[in-house]
């Protein structure tokens, strides 16, 4: 079966997954486009020499016929009316992260969720997908290194865009550390706290660069994760899960060694989009497949509410410098057996 999709927000990630369905991955058609600018809407088709349809909004494209599944790839403040109307209409969407903006708009999609009865939300939190992410999380599962007691984390990327600002180290950049430890280490947050050490001069003006943010989990897991978008060396991220037997850490992407110039070198990467291309795929695959059964898999829309109390926390935790609680209400039945 093909999963016909509408896409939108037809900007760079929603013109890269278009991309992906139509040349990478079997089971899914791109037949319908929305964005803000038509005329990028347009243009996402023409690239890939496509015959879908435009249409003005994206509520309207969700009501059509044509469209049995959706992808919310626009701006992050106008994901929610979007994933609430295919959830209303019962077409299973998937929504780049973050799902919305606000913990209170993530609720609006969990009520909706479950008062439709069934899932339909998958939120574009791709590490669960990485393979390396994947293999860490089967050895702590197996009991490997005994119960994890402590992880160490590090989120560093070579420099970053004139517009980023200090909260958006957690909005745009921890968030995927949120979300996937909560995953690997299948627990909740419950406080966080936020210290800033010595400045690098590489951040520009008002920026406050590098960051460690150390969050308490429900069953006492310590984590520390240092956020430095000003590194220079490239985008490099660390894992480490210390347990009451052992240490598991997050794989190195695969590169090739070199000896050469009396020195024996790795590379490293130094775009975010290298990093996890594969996982894209594998989300998106996850995604038409359970569309093709009416239904949705992988990070739950819980989950996008969940990192949203935890994300909003950590901002409350940079400007207070104090311990902060996360506030997360108990996970409904709904979402016990989800991703
Ligand atoms: P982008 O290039 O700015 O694309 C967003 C597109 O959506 C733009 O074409 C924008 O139009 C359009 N848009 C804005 N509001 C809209 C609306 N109400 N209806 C329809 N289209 C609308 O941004 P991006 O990098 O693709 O990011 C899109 C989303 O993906 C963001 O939420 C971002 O956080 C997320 N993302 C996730 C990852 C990941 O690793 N999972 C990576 C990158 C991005 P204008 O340009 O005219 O405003």
Redo the contacts with the bound molecule.
């Keep these: 079966m093909t999963v016909n999709i509408g896409v939108?927000?037809?900007?760079?990630?929603?013109?890269?997954h278009m991309r992906r369905i139509t040349q990478t991955l079997a089971g899914g058609a791109i037949v319908a486009v929305?964005?803000?600018?038509r005329g990028?809407a347009e243009a996402s088709l023409a690239a890939l020499d496509l015959d879908g349809e435009v249409f003005a909004?994206?509520a309207e494209l969700v009501a059509s016929p044509k469209v049995d599944a959706v992808l919310v790839?626009?701006?992050?403040?106008?994901?929610e009316p979007?994933v609430l109307s295919a959830v209303k209409a019962g077409k299973p969407v998937f929504c780049?992260?973050?799902l919305a903006t606000t913990a209170q708009g993530c609720r609006n999609i969990v009520e909706a969720e479950i008062a439709g009865g069934r899932r339909l939300v998958q939120v574009?939190?791709?590490r669960r997908y990485d393979a390396g992410y994947r293999m860490l999380k089967t050895m702590i599962d197996a009991g490997t290194i005994g119960a994890p007691l402590m992880v160490h984390g590090a989120h560093r990327n070579p420099t970053v865009g004139a517009n980023y600002t200090t909260d958006m180290a957690i909005h745009?950049t921890l968030i995927?550390e949120i979300d996937v430890l909560r995953w690997l280490l299948d627990d909740d947050y419950r406080s966080v706290q936020v210290v800033f050490p010595r400045r690098t001069p590489n951040a520009r003006e008002g920026l406050r660069d590098p960051q460690v943010v150390m969050i308490e989990t429900v069953k006492g897991v310590r984590i520390d994760v240092e956020i430095f978008v000003n590194c220079v060396y490239g985008y490099d991220i660390q894992c480490e899960i210390v347990g009451e037997t052992g240490i598991a850490r997050l794989p190195e992407p695969m590169s090739i060694q070199t000896r050469s110039g009396a020195r024996l070198s790795n590379e490293i990467l130094v775009d975010?989009k290298d990093r996890?291309i594969d996982s894209?795929d594998v989300e998106l695959k996850d995604f038409l497949a359970a569309a093709a059964r009416g239904t949705a898999s992988g990070p739950t829309a819980w989950d996008g509410f969940a990192a949203a109390v935890a994300a909003d926390a950590c901002v409350k935790a940079q400007g207070s410098g104090a311990i902060e609680p996360v506030a997360m209400p108990e996970r409904p039945a709904f979402y016990a057996f989800g991703a």
Excluded: L
Excluded at 8 to 16: C, K, N, W
Excluded at 34 to 37: A, F, H, I, L, Y
């Design positions: 939108i927000g037809t900007g760079a990630i929603g013109r890269d929305s964005d803000v600018n990028a909004t994206g790839t626009s701006w992050g403040g106008a994901h979007d780049e992260k973050p574009g939190f791709m745009d995927h975010w996890f894209y």
